[in-house]
Nanobody, 114 residues
Framework: VQLQASGGGWVQAGGSLTLSCVAP????????MAWYREAPGEGRELVAR???????NYAEFVQGRFTISGDNIGNNVYLLMKNLRPDDTAVYYC?????????WGQGTLVTVSS
């Protein structure tokens, strides 16, 4: 299963970026899509998740700043990131969960300068 993440880049603090993830439409048993991130020297952490029913949940550190959404065309998921901070700098990974298995994209780098 190949997930393609894009949209990362460089932005100044306070700016915005939107990440996109394209997932195959034939993922059997897909239950949720999510974004994780991994900052330099840190472990991978959940940023936001959306279920097939549209239920969302967010890490506390992005509450009110980031919005996860999906579309009904395919298994695509987006992450709108506003009011970015330098500590949001990380590689962001898209993840599809199906039948208790996580499938990962290649990651997209977000760099926020102060």
């Amino acid at each position: 299963v190949q997930l393609q993440a894009s949209g990362g880049g460089w932005v100044q603090a306070g700016g915005s970026l939107t990440l996109s993830c394209v997932a195959p439409r034939n993922i059997f048993g897909l239950t949720s899509m999510a974004w994780y991130r991994e900052a330099p020297g840190e472990g991978r952490e959940l940023v936001a998740r959306i279920t097939g029913d549209g239920v969302t949940n967010y890490a506390e550190f992005v509450q009110g700043r980031f919005t996860i959404s999906g579309d009904n065309i395919g298994n695509n998921v987006y992450l709108l990131m506003k009011n970015l901070r330098p500590d949001d700098t990380a590689v962001y990974y898209c993840c599809a969960r199906a039948l208790e298995v996580n499938y990962w994209g290649q990651g997209t780098l977000v760099t926020v300068s102060s």
